[in-house]
């Protein structure tokens, strides 16, 4: 098992950015693929960016290509999140998760560890 603690979010304006982390605690986390998802008010959770246990494999949902930003750092057990040009409709919470490279890590059942999430609002 592995425990996550993400940190990071709070309130920025449109057009600002946030990096968020994932610090892991556990000895499977750095051969095990992080996944970032989100979930806003009322909305069901969606697939933000998975990243492979050594980086070689990423995958970032369609509309947010280009503006996030997923990386990891093993040596620290630590994930990450760099969002930019943020927009209101980013505002959700976001909650990192650790579990297998399948189905291109789009799929939340297939994770295994989840945090407790950092809140991020966008305003206008």
């Known amino acids: 098992q592995v425990q996550l603690v993400e940190s990071g979010g709070g309130s920025v304006q449109t057009g600002g950015s946030l990096r968020l982390s994932c610090a892991a605690s556990g000895r499977t986390f750095n051969t095990r693929t992080m996944g970032w998802f989100r979930q806003a008010s009322g909305k069901e959770r969606e697939f933000v960016a998975a990243?492979?246990?050594?980086?070689?494999?990423?995958n970032y949902a369609e509309s947010l290509k280009g503006r996030f930003t997923i990386s990891r750092d093993n040596t620290k057990s630590t994930g990450y999140l760099q969002m930019n040009s943020l927009k209101p409709e980013d505002t959700a919470v976001y909650y990192c998760?650790?579990?297998?490279?399948?189905?291109?890590?789009?799929?939340?059942?297939?994770?295994?560890?989840w945090g407790q999430g950092t809140r991020v609002t966008v305003s206008s």
């Open positions: 990243i492979n246990w050594n980086g070689n494999l990423i």
């Open positions: 998760a650790a579990g297998p490279w399948t189905r291109g890590a789009r799929d939340a059942s297939t994770y295994e560890d």
